[in-house]
């Protein structure tokens, strides 16, 4: 069920869809801890596919082997298709009403808004893991490379891991 919910509310994409993914995985059915959620979000996001999906089979894999991983990327994907049909055929008929326009730039904010509060919370977690020096730093250097060098993010992410695989291990948390 916690899959069908994000693949019925899940408007905008992948991005949209994680808080939802979250919400579901970790708060509400408690499948996996902060930082499982974290590190599966970050593999999937290196990896080519809608981040979703990815994470639904992984998911659903985990919690219930090869059926949960069909169960969970049916339940995330198959809400989406059929109402992708069926507004696709509302709005083909209803084009040029202003309120159909106004629908769609609606959802935009509050999409903004959960991305906002997930990365938050990110924020928090890697200031925990890592201290606030560590976890700025790399916050920064983050923003630098993705929105003003222009590195895709599946590179940087790799990089991240790999550093951490290569030169890692658990740190305490630095107050």
């Known amino acids: 069920m916690g899959f069908f919910r994000v693949g019925i509310f899940g408007f905008g994409g992948g991005p949209s869809s994680i808080p939802l993914?979250?919400?579901?995985v970790v708060e509400h059915y408690k499948w996996m801890s902060?930082?499982?959620?974290s590190d599966v979000l970050a593999l999937g996001n290196a990896m080519p596919g809608p981040i979703a999906t990815k994470m639904a089979g992984y998911i659903g894999y985990r919690v219930g082997g090869?059926?949960?991983?069909?169960?969970?990327?049916?339940?995330?994907?198959?809400?989406?298709?059929v109402a992708m049909i069926v507004m696709l055929m509302a709005l083909n008929a209803y084009r040029d009403v202003a309120w159909v326009n106004g629908m769609s730039q609606a959802v935009v904010?509050?999409?903004?808004?959960?991305?906002?509060?997930?990365?938050?919370d990110f924020v928090k977690k890697s200031k925990s893991a890592?201290?606030?020096?560590?976890?700025?730093?790399?916050?920064?250097?983050?923003?630098?490379?993705?929105?003003?060098?222009?590195?895709?993010?599946a590179i940087l992410?790799?990089?991240i891991l790999l550093y951490a695989l290569l030169f890692g291990g658990k740190r305490g948390a630095k107050q």
Do not use: R
């Open 66 to 81: 090869v059926l949960g991983m069909i169960n969970a990327v049916f339940a995330t994907t198959f809400p989406s298709v």
């Open 21 to 24: 993914v979250h919400k579901e």
């Open 157 to 159: 992410i790799l990089g």
């Open 130 to 153: 890592l201290g606030w020096g560590s976890a700025i730093a790399l916050i920064l250097g983050s923003f630098v490379l993705l929105e003003m060098a222009g590195l895709h993010p």
């Open 34 to 37: 902060d930082e499982e959620f």
């Open 109 to 120: 904010p509050v999409v903004g808004v959960m991305l906002a509060v997930l990365t938050w």
